[in-house]
């Protein structure tokens, strides 16, 4: 961390509840340009809620959520779906992938550039008699997306039919698409599930990579801790929908609550924190 | 042989119009699920405006035949967008997100509106149409019958193909398109990249519409007459079509439309044309009971 943070996505007192579930619990926190916040917690803490009301799949019950963009200040919670992405610039990945699997991969990455042609374009009008300045818009897509293709590494297989590639490359297309929206914050949910050991300090490096290269936010929520230790700069901690630690990754080691809600206390029995979350929020915790 | 023939270039006729409406059926299906059941509607509603350009055309005096049939295409799609834009916008936008149901009683209610709207603003009686495309060839003779091939004919198949052509092009090459088929696969990650996910389907209703406008023109010069009605049985059977094909696929829509056309055609010929309508409808309970995902369509998978 060099120089003065700026703040990005400030979420305040956001509270989610189901009837009678609380899901997210009074949840404040900052997440900064230039750096990596990761959410952690047991299973069913709230972290895929938290996703869901970013990307407006769920309307908050109570709180704010403040993208920063510039002197502007946008309310997510207020958006219309399609805008978080398009105006707040707000790009997401989920833990099942999600790919257009029909398509190729090139073109998956290029219906993420969507807006930026279609102005050019003027809605398809341009394009259809292939004038020009639509032209070069286009070569610009392609080349972005060529650009993202190269860095993850999957360049060879632009053509491929998105739904054939093995699943490692399948999340990591998923995130070009992402970029190549982009994006002022990237939400990642949990990208090196299903990794093995090589390709998570792949992808350690890809996000330190995008984090300097980019200048954008990322926010991550992932199990994996050599991934969100080794490169986070801030990790937020929840349990039951309640932030329990909010610090780096040295402070949240050494945070004796933090230990205990994925430990479990030593004089209470075995595991009762994480087994009675799971089934508390099995169904809306962390499906997508 | 001839006779064979004749009934082959009446089917293709007949099953370019069927293709071209079932196309709308099929791209609406495709991207929002649901069965846009006044769709034949809005086709009756296109060969409607097309007999008030034709009129008024005359009344003007427009003389030259293509000139005026161009200009009557134009104003039949322009109009008859407008009209599926309308209806996606008041009778299905508002209800997206609710059961599935919803929005398909709604459609049923739009189909009856707007017959019934035809029906008072238009009347009831059938409206004819002079022959306005005449001519046409012999293309081959034996035995004392010969099959003729008519300028119309030939007229609506070529332009079938290239419109089809050109709506392929646009599916599968332009941003709309593009995004088109974006939504059809996951229309709510396709809003998450910032696609303008209502834009998209409004757009989907317009160009069905258009497409089915100029069926509802080609129609009109074909049969030269039109009445309110004519959009249900029309609509069912590009249904149909569209279901044969394999309901949410492009060229399967299009490959239906000329097999219904062609089975009607070959079972009046041979058969009996009383019962032409019969034959279709077996079709669709043929395929809905043994083939559900149609020839060319995908088997449904769940999405998670």
Same mark, same amino acid.
């Given at each position: 961390?060099?120089?003065?943070?700026?703040?990005?996505?400030?979420?305040?007192?956001?509270?989610?509840?189901?009837?009678?579930?609380?899901?997210?619990?009074?949840?404040?926190?900052?997440?900064?340009?230039?750096?990596?916040?990761?959410?952690?917690?047991?299973?069913?803490?709230?972290?895929?809620?938290?996703?869901?009301?970013?990307?407006?799949?769920?309307?908050?019950?109570?709180?704010?959520?403040?993208?920063?963009?510039?002197?502007?200040?946008?309310?997510?919670?207020?958006?219309?779906?399609?805008?978080?992405?398009?105006?707040?610039?707000?790009?997401?990945?989920?833990?099942?992938?999600?790919?257009?699997?029909?398509?190729?991969?090139?073109?998956?990455?290029?219906?993420?550039?969507?807006?930026?042609?279609?102005?050019?374009?003027?809605?398809?009008?341009?394009?259809?008699?292939?004038?020009?300045?639509?032209?070069?818009?286009?070569?610009?897509?392609?080349?972005?997306?060529?650009?993202?293709?190269?860095?993850?590494?999957?360049?060879?297989?632009?053509?491929?039919?998105?739904?054939?590639?093995?699943?490692?490359?399948?999340?990591?297309?998923?995130?070009?698409?992402?970029?190549?929206?982009?994006?002022?914050?990237?939400?990642?949910?949990?990208?090196?599930?299903?990794?093995?050991?090589?390709?998570?300090?792949?992808?350690?490096?890809?996000?330190?990579?995008?984090?300097?290269?980019?200048?954008?936010?990322?926010?991550?929520?992932?199990?994996?801790?050599?991934?969100?230790?080794?490169?986070?700069?801030?990790?937020?901690?929840?349990?039951?929908?309640?932030?329990?630690?909010?610090?780096?990754?040295?402070?949240?080691?050494?945070?004796?609550?933090?230990?205990?809600?994925?430990?479990?206390?030593?004089?209470?029995?075995?595991?009762?924190?994480?087994?009675?979350?799971?089934?508390?929020?099995?169904?809306?915790?962390?499906?997508? | 042989?001839?006779?064979?023939?004749?009934?082959?270039?009446?089917?293709?006729?007949?099953?370019?119009?069927?293709?071209?409406?079932?196309?709308?059926?099929?791209?609406?299906?495709?991207?929002?699920?649901?069965?846009?059941?006044?769709?034949?509607?809005?086709?009756?509603?296109?060969?409607?405006?097309?007999?008030?350009?034709?009129?008024?055309?005359?009344?003007?005096?427009?003389?030259?035949?293509?000139?005026?049939?161009?200009?009557?295409?134009?104003?039949?799609?322009?109009?008859?967008?407008?009209?599926?834009?309308?209806?996606?916008?008041?009778?299905?936008?508002?209800?997206?997100?609710?059961?599935?149901?919803?929005?398909?009683?709604?459609?049923?209610?739009?189909?009856?509106?707007?017959?019934?709207?035809?029906?008072?603003?238009?009347?009831?009686?059938?409206?004819?149409?002079?022959?306005? %495309?005449?001519?046409? &060839?012999?293309? =081959?003779?034996? #035995?004392?019958? *010969?099959?003729?091939?008519? @300028? /119309?004919?030939?007229?609506?198949?070529?332009?079938?193909?290239?419109?089809?052509?050109?709506?392929?092009?646009?599916?599968?090459?332009?941003?709309?398109?593009?995004?088109?088929?974006?939504?059809?696969?996951?229309?709510?990650?396709?809003?998450?990249?910032?696609?303008?996910?209502?834009?998209?389907?409004?757009?989907?209703?317009?160009?069905?519409?258009?497409?089915?406008?100029?069926?509802?023109?080609?129609?009109?010069?074909?049969?030269? %007459?039109?009445?309110? &009605?004519?959009? =249900?049985?029309? #609509?069912?059977? *590009?249904?149909?079509?569209? @279901? /044969?094909?394999?309901?949410?696929?492009?060229?399967?829509?299009?490959?239906?439309?000329?097999?219904?056309?062609?089975?009607?055609?070959?079972?009046?010929?041979?058969?009996?044309?009383?019962?032409?309508?019969?034959?279709?409808?077996?079709?669709?309970?043929?395929?809905?009971?043994?083939?559900?995902?149609?020839?060319?369509?995908?088997?449904?998978?769940?999405?998670?």
């Amino acid at each position: 961390m060099s120089g003065e943070r700026v703040p990005l996505l400030k979420i305040e007192h956001l509270t989610m509840r189901f009837d009678g579930l609380v899901a997210v619990d009074d949840l404040s926190f900052t997440a900064y340009r230039r750096e990596i916040t990761a959410i952690i917690g047991p299973n069913g803490a709230g972290k895929t809620t938290v996703f869901n009301c970013l990307t407006g799949f769920y309307k908050p019950s109570a709180g704010r959520l403040a993208m920063l963009a510039g002197d502007e200040t946008l309310l997510l919670e207020r958006m219309e779906g399609f805008r978080i992405a398009s105006d707040a610039g707000m790009a997401r990945t989920f833990q099942n992938v999600r790919l257009f699997a029909g398509m190729t991969v090139l073109e998956n990455l290029i219906v993420a550039q969507h807006n930026a042609l279609m102005a050019a374009s003027l809605f398809s009008i341009a394009g259809l008699l292939g004038l020009p300045r639509y032209r070069a818009a286009e070569r610009a897509a392609i080349e972005r997306a060529r650009h993202w293709l190269d860095r993850l590494g999957l360049i060879a297989r632009a053509d491929w039919v998105a739904g054939a590639l093995p699943y490692g490359d399948q999340r990591r297309l998923e995130i070009a698409r992402a970029l190549c929206t982009g994006p002022r914050l990237l939400c990642l949910d949990e990208p090196a599930a299903g990794l093995n050991p090589r390709e998570s300090a792949e992808l350690n490096t890809l996000l330190l990579g995008i984090r300097d290269d980019e200048g954008i936010g990322i926010l991550l929520i992932e199990h994996d801790m050599s991934v969100v230790m080794g490169i986070s700069d801030q990790i937020v901690v929840l349990d039951h929908g309640r932030k329990i630690a909010d610090g780096t990754a040295a402070e949240i080691r050494a945070d004796p609550k933090v230990i205990k809600a994925y430990l479990g206390e030593e004089e209470e029995a075995p595991l009762p924190a994480e087994t009675e979350a799971h089934i508390g929020f099995s169904r809306t915790g962390n499906t997508c | 042989m001839a006779y064979f023939l004749q009934q082959l270039i009446n089917g293709l006729t007949l099953g370019s119009i069927y293709g071209l409406i079932a196309i709308g059926y099929t791209m609406v299906y495709g991207i929002i699920g649901m069965i846009n059941f006044a769709h034949g509607e809005i086709y009756m509603i296109g060969a409607f405006v097309s007999v008030t350009a034709f009129v008024l055309l005359g009344l003007i005096g427009v003389s030259p035949v293509p000139l005026a049939l161009a200009i009557v295409l134009l104003t039949a799609m322009l109009f008859t967008a407008l009209y599926g834009w309308a209806v996606e916008r008041i009778a299905y936008r508002p209800l997206r997100g609710s059961s599935r149901l919803a929005p398909l009683i709604s459609a049923i209610g739009m189909s009856i509106f707007l017959q019934n709207y035809a029906q008072i603003t238009q009347g009831a009686r059938l409206k004819p149409m002079p022959p306005l %495309v005449e001519g046409g &060839f012999t293309v =081959f003779e034996s #035995g004392g019958f *010969a099959v003729r091939l008519s @300028v /119309l004919q030939l007229l609506i198949m070529v332009l079938t193909l290239v419109l089809m052509a050109g709506f392929t092009t646009v599916i599968a090459r332009s941003r709309l398109g593009r995004a088109q088929r974006a939504c059809e696969q996951d229309i709510v990650m396709a809003s998450l990249l910032g696609i303008d996910v209502d834009r998209v389907i409004s757009a989907t209703f317009v160009m069905g519409a258009a497409l089915a406008a100029v069926a509802g023109v080609m129609v009109t010069l074909y049969y030269g %007459v039109v009445d309110f &009605f004519i959009g =249900f049985l029309a #609509g069912v059977k *590009a249904f149909t079509a569209a @279901v /044969l094909g394999g309901i949410g696929s492009l060229p399967g829509a299009m490959l239906g439309g000329l097999l219904i056309g062609l089975i009607e055609a070959f079972w009046s010929g041979y058969f009996s044309v009383e019962y032409k309508d019969l034959s279709v409808f077996a079709i669709l309970i043929l395929v809905l009971v043994f083939r559900p995902s149609g020839l060319l369509g995908r088997p449904e998978v769940e999405k998670v």
